[in-house]
Every structure is written in structure tokens, then in C-alpha cells.
């Protein structure tokens, strides 16, 4: 039997802020688009980090998704954490300063010179815990 559980919002940011990879989703020429981005959490805001070219780099003002996970096939367990919100590109001085902190390095290599933040307008959450997996021994003796 599978067990799923709404999180709340105060887990769902502690689990959003656990990992470091998540998947911006947004629309292009009209069309869904799903992109995996490298992120932290700055004082209640998702920040991405990105090129000057590129589609997450022309993002401005648009309502996008963002959405992180973790699944353990070991123990059967995980969660997702979803946000909406309205990407904004980070111009103040003082912030792109704060922001740059060589902790929050980007993976890809390259310019990576603009700043996009996600307030998070709306999240939301599950946790899952999937029935009991059969022993791997109970199968090869079928």
C-alpha cells in the first residue's frame, strides 16, 4: 500500500533547501519547458544562477514552476516540493554582491553573471512511502 502525505509549508522549505538541484519549469515560444538548475535558498526566495543567453537567462516576470524531490529506491520514501512564483532578475547592486558568495558556485562552468529570484508565491508538497518491497532472495527462488 502506498502512503502519501501533504507536507506542510514549513517542511516543504526545509526539504526545498536540502538539495541542490531542482527543475525550472516555464513556457518558451509558447511550449512547456523543463530545465534541470543548480539553486539555493536566499531569505525565503529561490536563486538561480545563469547566463546572459539561454532560455532560463531571458526569463523576466514570467510565472514559472520549480520543483525538487529526493527518492530513496532503497527504503521506498521520498518527496516533492513544488513552487510557483514570479521570476524576477536581481539588478541591486548590494544583492548581486550577497548573492555571489563562492558557496553557491554554480555546477556548469562558463559565465554565469545573472541572478534569478523566485519568491515563493506558492509551495506545496508530498511525502511518499511506497508498500514493502520483496526481498530480492523471495523472487530469485520463484
Known amino acids: 500500500m502506498t502512503e502519501i502525505r501533504p507536507l506542510t509549508p514549513s517542511e516543504c522549505l526545509r526539504?526545498?533547501?536540502s538539495?541542490?538541484?531542482?527543475?525550472?519549469?516555464?513556457?518558451e515560444d509558447a511550449l512547456p519547458m523543463i530545465r534541470p538548475v543548480n539553486f539555493f535558498v536566499h531569505e525565503g526566495d529561490i536563486?538561480?544562477?545563469?547566463?546572459?543567453?539561454?532560455s532560463i537567462g531571458k526569463l523576466t516576470n514570467e510565472v514559472?514552476?520549480?520543483?525538487v524531490d529526493?527518492?530513496?529506491?532503497?527504503?521506498?520514501?521520498?518527496w516533492s516540493v513544488v513552487v510557483i512564483g514570479r521570476v524576477a532578475l536581481v539588478t541591486d547592486v548590494d544583492d548581486l554582491v550577497r548573492l555571489a558568495d563562492p558557496r553557491h558556485r554554480p555546477w556548469?562552468?562558463?559565465?554565469?553573471s545573472r541572478f534569478l529570484r523566485l519568491p515563493i508565491e506558492i509551495i506545496s508538497g508530498r511525502s511518499l512511502r511506497l508498500a514493502e518491497a520483496v526481498p530480492d532472495s523471495a523472487t530469485s527462488q520463484v
Open 64 to 67: 514559472v514552476a520549480f520543483e
Open 47 to 54: 536563486i538561480v544562477r545563469t547566463g546572459v543567453t539561454g
Open 19 to 27: 538539495q541542490p538541484i531542482g527543475r525550472l519549469a516555464f513556457s
Open 70 to 78: 529526493s527518492v530513496d529506491p532503497v527504503t521506498h520514501t521520498g
Open 15 to 17: 526539504l526545498l533547501s
Open 108 to 112: 556548469p562552468s562558463g559565465e554565469r
